[in-house]
């Protein structure tokens, strides 16, 4: 079981924006998080991952507490281990494709099966920089996928695919992510594209 509620006061210029989410989830769902631009999405995938500590409340994961205000437990990323896919992609430079996916995993066979989904087994020696905007995406959603995160946060991780890649992605990500019973959330502003991927909703804003 997945039970989070969470609160902090966001700086949005001038303004104080109040953030307070409550989401309960099963283990293996795919929850859709909605909501008006600048409403705090990907500040809340953000206090999830532990990179925006929330002021008050608690994340549970599985049994794990990763963050409690009250008895002043707060994990770092690095012990959450949520993979995450960046709104910008965050790609390494220097990177080739295979080594983004190697850079945290070892099995070549798991390394060779997620190049194939995304469809960059033949790009998988070049850099960023030689991708396109869709492949560079690809990458970014494999990356964060090759860890087999308790947690998968994606933020937006389809806008740049045209119509038949993100078809295409979406039937294979919902396949894998059944197979390994893996949850995940997904902040859209396009609800559509997720009716056949997410058993959850959540909506974050007034
Ligand atoms: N660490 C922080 N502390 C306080 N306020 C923050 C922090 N990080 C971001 N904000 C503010 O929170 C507001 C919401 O930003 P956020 O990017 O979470 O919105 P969003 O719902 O994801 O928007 P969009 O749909 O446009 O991507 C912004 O005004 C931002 O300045």
Not at 107 to 132: R, T, V
Request: hydrophobic fraction near 45%; glycine fraction near 8%.
């Amino acid at each position: 079981m997945i039970d989070i509620s969470i609160n902090k006061t966001l700086k949005a210029g001038h303004h104080q924006l109040p953030l307070d989410v409550k989401l309960q989830a099963e283990v293996g769902s795919v929850t859709a998080i909605h909501g008006p631009s600048g409403a705090g999405k990907t500040t809340f995938l953000k206090m999830v991952a532990g990179l925006v500590a929330p002021a008050s409340g608690h994340i549970k994961i599985n049994q794990e507490v990763w963050f409690d205000a009250s008895i002043g437990i707060n994990l770092t990323p690095q012990q959450r281990r949520a993979g995450f896919v960046f709104q910008n992609y965050a790609l390494f430079p220097n990177m080739t494709v295979r080594q983004h996916l190697s850079y945290a995993c070892n099995d070549i066979a798991w390394i060779d099966e997620l190049l194939q989904i995304g469809g960059l087994l033949h790009l998988q020696n070049s850099k960023p920089e030689y991708l396109s905007g869709g492949q560079q995406q690809r990458l970014a959603i494999l990356r964060a996928i090759s860890i087999k995160p308790k947690l998968l946060l994606m933020d937006e991780p389809f806008s740049a695919l045209d119509a038949k890649m993100k078809q295409e992605v979406i039937t294979a990500l919902k396949q894998l992510w059944k197979r390994q019973g893996s949850t995940v959330f997904i902040v859209t502003h396009y609800k559509e594209e997720l009716k056949d991927l997410a058993s959850n909703e959540l909506w974050i804003g007034a």
